[in-house]
Structures are given as C-alpha cells and as structure tokens.
C-alpha cells in the first residue's frame, strides 16, 4: 500500500522568491513519484517524475524535485515564484511499473506580485 | 508529446439526460485508460480503470450502470453518464497511459451541471 502526504494546504510567496512545496510517501516497494500542477478548470499537467533513476528530477517552468528515500521525502522547489505559477500542485505516487496512483491533498500556491 | 483531449469541457443539460463524455490520445496508443471524479477544492477520485478491448474495472462505490465505460480502441475511451441527476453534477477528468509506460497524462476535464 501506498500513502502521500503534503504537509501544506495553502502556501503563499512574493513574485521572484523560492518555492517549496513539501510531499512526503509511504510505499511497501519502490515508488514512482510524480508532481502534477493544475490550474482552475483544467486537468492536470505532469511537471516532473522519479521513477528510480537520478534523484534529482528536473521538470518543466523550472521546478525540480529531489527524492530522499532516508526521509521519505519527494519536496518540489523552484528558485524563482512567477506569478503563472499560482495554482493547485499534486504530489502522487505510484508502484514503480504500475500506473494506478495515488493522490496527495493539494497545495494551493498562491503568488503575490 | 502525449496530449490528451478531452470533450465536451462544458456541459449543461436537464435531469433525466445521458451524458456522453469523451477521452481521446492524440499521439499515443493508450493501453489504459482512467475517469476521475473531482469535487470542489478536493483532490480526485478514481472512478474506473479501463483496458483497450476489456471491461472496465470500477472501483468501489460507483455505480457501473450508472457510469458507462468504453475503450473501444487503443486512442479513444468514453464515459457516459446514464439518466444524470442534478446529485452527478462535478468535474470529470480522463488520463491515459502509453504503452510500457505507466504515466498518466491528463485531459482538460469536463465540467457537468445537470439542473
């Protein structure tokens, strides 16, 4: 069984300041992690994954993601807010090979100019 | 690469309606397919897994006469939402994987008011 966690419902940063979106995953067996984004009235768009290679995962509009397998740990960062970011992100994990997921709650990331 | 349209995005129509909604892979061959239910402020439910070529397995508490599944090929799966009542009202959002990749990609969902 697996499990996700996003420690934060809402979080708010100033245009051009960092981005830290906190996730962290139970999983009996290797995961595949995944960040989602998802603006209003749309379907989600797959920002970056960690399916067991490089722990440092580079996503697209500069987000990246570094899988710590010690803490459980799957926490989306960005050096620099802009204010297209602000929308709802995902956390989701997966068995690695299967594709039924499993999502976390929510962040909204709200970006103030 | 791999988009996924979703259509209509927008639906209004009157109690007692079926509902067509569908879910396609523009340039992929979707072995599977998934529906997600989404209510306000909340994060998605999975209604059903479908397979290209096999019945749709529905996870618990939907009602599989109720929400009609169809992967009839390997790019298209419907779902249609049979006499909808004002209670089916919400945002239904498709996702489907590439073959030997277990991915989703989502579609843009649809947004259903039933009066």
């Known amino acids: 069984a697996q499990s996700v966690t996003q420690l934060d419902s809402h979080v708010s940063v100033s245009e051009g300041t960092p981005v830290l979106l906190r996730c962290n995953y139970s999983?009996?067996?290797?995961?595949?992690l995944f960040w989602y984004v998802q603006h209003p009235n749309k379907g989600l768009q797959l920002l970056l994954k960690y399916t067991s290679a490089a722990t440092l995962v580079k996503g697209i509009n500069g987000f990246e993601a570094e899988f710590k397998k010690s803490e459980t740990s799957f926490h989306l960062t960005k050096p620099s807010a802009h204010m297209s970011d602000a929308a709802e992100y995902f956390c989701v994990v997966s068995l690695f090979g299967y594709s039924t997921l499993t999502f976390g709650k929510g962040t909204m990331l709200l970006v103030s100019p | 690469g791999a988009v996924v349209s979703q259509h209509p995005s927008r639906v209004i129509c009157k109690s007692g309606t079926s509902v067509k909604i569908e879910c396609r892979s523009l340039d992929f061959q979707a072995t599977t397919m998934f529906w997600y239910r989404q209510f306000p402020k909340q994060s998605l439910m999975l209604m059903a897994t479908?397979?290209?070529?096999?019945?749709?397995?529905?996870e618990q508490g939907v009602e599989k006469d109720k929400f009609l599944i169809n992967h009839a090929s390997l790019t298209l799966s419907t779902l249609t939402v049979t006499s909808a009542h004002p209670e089916d009202s919400s945002f239904y959002i498709c996702s489907a994987s590439p073959r030997f990749d277990a991915t989703q990609h989502f579609g843009d969902g649809t947004r259903l008011s039933i009066l």
């Open positions: 479908s397979n290209e070529g096999s019945k749709a397995t529905y």
């Open positions: 999983s009996s067996y290797s995961p595949s």
